[in-house]
Each structure stands twice: as structure tokens, then as C-alpha cells.
């Protein structure tokens, strides 16, 4: 195994703002030696290990992006491209996504949904060294109803054995996490509008309990606040987009908020790199009313995770950092903002044990950005350094 340390004026080495002045890391192979103070770290390296140097950076662990999806190209109309494609040339276009991403600091991504399971395709080539990414934590074919949000992916069910037999096929073919779609969904031509409910809460039962079985989590998409209530009913374990959607406007039910945080559910509000676009989308008066309730959510006590959507209309694959603005916007501490992409993330996807953090025995995913992310989180844009896996990622 072969040594790296890597000095830096400042290491974050945990959750909560944990920081060490004058601090290093140091990885053998593909994990974490030790992360501390540089005095207590240097005696541990052996002659031959490669140095770097960044006085004037901050090392973190490498983020983590909840949601995305590499099959979309983050163009106005997504679906016309993917249908307009077909697989090999839709997996050049994933590899030079995971690319990017890896690129902008993404050490780990989370995608919900895609056509023909290639994400466990991609998954394998990065996992085998072919190609370079992130890890994919992979939830392959999304479940939907006949003809609802996402259909094109190939998830259509109907009724419960239909149900069962589709996670228990993604389960077989290697899915880490199922998701659902609990409801509808602008993404969808013609389909049921974003904020009705796909499924009620006996039929995502099911797909709990199915996946339960085989060890997986579920991540119900949800718009709209039915959706929503069916997916807490039902005992998700993530929640995305969470927006409590109505068809006559937004409506926040704090009871329902309550049971979310008493079941521990995480929420991914999928915040967008052009956040501060919205209001010219939705209109001021409703895009406030949209960040006020990511607001309540978080001042509520619920656990937030970060990501992007990526794969979405504008929502490109190096934006995270621009979306972690949008949670200080709100005015959500910096060290809290930082957890959601590294420590929170981690826990909600069930790779705490050996990512997120920087501590001995943990995957050596690592980042170094100019400044201090603790005051200011836009400074995760200014990636100096990406280590995935101990290989330092060739930036240029």
C-alpha cells in the first residue's frame, strides 16, 4: 500500500463543525490512516508516501449528492433525450456525468431512477477502475403506477403482487435503495399532476415491507402532501422533494411533520443549483412560501439531506455547492449545512460505518477547498483537491 498525506490549515473531521488547525490526513490504499492535528499525524508516515501541501485550505470529507439521476442530461426537456437515445450512447453520456461530478467534489451519489438498470452498469465500471466517478448508491427501476410519473423508466405496477415482484427484482439485480414514486411529477408529459397521490399508504406498505426484507430502504418521491402522508403512513425511509403540495397551493401539516421526525424519516428537499431562479419560475410570493416551509422543516427538528436532482431541467452535475447556498440562505448554521452533504447523507443512505466522516478505517474520500467552508459553505465551489477511494482525481 502506498501513503498519502495531505496538510492543510484546516481538517474537518466530523460532524457538528468538528475542526483541527493546522491539521492532516492520511490515507494507505483506499482507506483513512488518521486525521488530526499535523504534529500528532506526521510521526505515522513512512519514508516514500507522496505530500501535499495546502496551508491555505480546508480538507473535508467528500460530499455526498442524495438525488440525482445520470440517465437525464439537465436539459429543458430531459425524456425527449433519453427516448431519443439508445443505451450505449446514453452510458457514454453517464460516464462523462459521473465525471463531473466526481470533479466538482462528489465523492458519492445517490441516484433514484433510471432506464434499463444502467446505473449498476456504471457502478460496476467505476467500482473496477474502468472509468472514474463517484460511488453510486443505485435504486435502479422507480416504481410507478400504469402510465404515471416516470413510466418511461419501466417501473409500471399495478396492485401488490406487481409490487412485491418488482423489488424483489431490483433487490436481485443489485438495487441499493428503492424508491417509489408516491406521487406525480412535472417531469412527465401528460402524466397525474405533481401534487396527486400515485399510491396510498397499503400499497407503499408493501413496498416497504418488500424491501424491508431484503435489507433495502425505500425513498418515496413526494410533491404532494397526500402523497406525502400516505409514504410517513407507510414508513419510508427518505422522503424526497417534500414540498406538501395541494391543488390549490401548499399546505405545511405540522402533524404530519411530527411524525416524520419521531420515525427518524429523512428529508432530501432536492434544491435545485438555480435556487435563486425560482421566484422568476413560480412567482416571488410562492417561492417564499416554498423556502419557508424547507425553513419549518429543518427549525421543526426534521433531518435534512442534500441533493441536487441533477439530470433534471438546468440541474447540471457540478452544482451542489450552489445548492448548499440555498440552506444558509435560510439561515441554517454552516457546520449543520456541511452535515447534510457528508455525515447526515451518509447515515440516511447506510454507509455511515465508512463514509462521511475522517476518521481512521474510513474510505478515503476526501476534498480540499480554498477557504472556510464553516463561515461561508459557497466555498465548497472552489475545489482545489478530490481524493475518491485514496486515488487522487485527476482535475485538469
Keep these: 500500500m502506498s501513503q498519502t498525506l495531505i496538510t492543510a490549515g484546516r481538517v474537518l473531521t466530523g460532524p457538528r463543525g468538528q475542526c483541527v ?21 506526521e510521526p505515522m508516515v513512512r519514508d516514500g508516501a507522496r505530500r501535499c501541501a495546502l496551508p491555505d485550505a480546508t480538507v473535508l470529507p467528500g ?32 460516464e462523462e456525468r459521473a465525471r463531473q461530478f466526481l470533479h466538482s467534489g ?25 472509468v472514474p466517478g463517484p460511488r453510486i448508491v443505485a435504486a435502479t427501476t422507480p416504481l410507478t403506477t400504469k402510465g404515471g410519473h416516470c413510466w418511461f423508466l419501466g417501473g409500471e405496477v ?3 403482487d406487481e409490487i412485491r415482484a418488482l423489488v424483489r427484482r431490483n433487490a436481485e439485480l443489485g438495487a441499493d435503495v428503492i424508491k417509489v414514486m408516491a406521487t406525480g411529477g412535472g417531469l412527465t408529459h401528460g402524466g397525474p399532476a405533481t401534487w396527486q397521490a400515485q399510491f396510498g399508504a397499503p400499497e407503499i406498505r408493501a413496498v416497504v415491507r418488500e424491501a424491508h426484507r431484503a435489507g433495502l430502504p425505500v425513498a418515496a418521491h413526494g410533491h404532494g402532501t397526500a402523497g406525502i402522508v400516505a409514504a410517513v403512513m407507510a ?30 424519516i429523512r428529508i432530501c428537499p432536492t434544491v435545485s443549483p438555480n435556487w435563486r431562479m425560482l421566484p422568476m419560475f413560480f412567482g416571488a410570493e410562492r417561492a417564499k412560501a416554498m423556502f419557508e416551509q424547507v425553513r419549518t422543516m429543518a427549525e421543526h427538528g426534521a433531518r435534512l439531506i442534500a441533493g441536487t436532482d441533477a439530470g433534471v431541467q438546468r ?25 447534510m452533504a457528508t455525515t447526515e447523507a451518509a447515515d440516511a443512505l447506510g454507509i455511515a460505518d465508512h463514509v462521511g466522516r475522517l476518521a481512521p478505517g474510513y474510505r478515503a474520500d476526501l476534498i480540499a477547498v480554498r477557504g472556510d467552508p464553516l463561515k461561508d459553505v459557497e466555498a465548497l465551489g472552489d475545489v482545489r483537491l478530490v481524493m475518491a477511494e485514496g486515488k487522487m482525481v485527476d482535475r485538469d
Design 21 to 41: 488547525k493546522d491539521g492532516a490526513v492520511l490515507t494507505d490504499g483506499t482507506a483513512i490512516v488518521a486525521a488530526g492535528p499535523r504534529a500528532a499525524v
Design 63 to 94: 460530499l455526498i449528492d442524495a438525488h440525482v439521476h445520470l440517465v437525464f442530461d439537465a436539459s429543458k426537456d430531459p425524456v425527449a433525450v433519453l427516448d431519443a437515445h439508445d443505451d450505449r450512447t446514453l452510458m457514454a453520456a453517464m
Design 106 to 130: 462528489v465523492t458519492t451519489v445517490r441516484d433514484l431512477g433510471d432506464r434499463g438498470r444502467l446505473t449498476l452498469r456504471l457502478r460496476e465500471a467505476i467500482a473496477g477502475g474502468a
Design 158 to 160: 399495478d396492485g401488490e
Design 235 to 264: 414508513g419510508v425511509d427518505t422522503i424526497e422533494h417534500c414540498t406538501w403540495m395541494t391543488r390549490k397551493g401548499l399546505d405545511l401539516r405540522e402533524d404530519v411533520l411530527d411524525a416524520i421526525v419521531a420515525k427518524d
Design 315 to 339: 440541474a447540471g452535475c457540478d452544482g451542489l455547492a450552489q445548492s448548499l447556498g440555498f440552506y444558509q440562505h435560510l439561515g441554517i448554521e454552516p457546520d449543520r449545512v456541511i452535515d
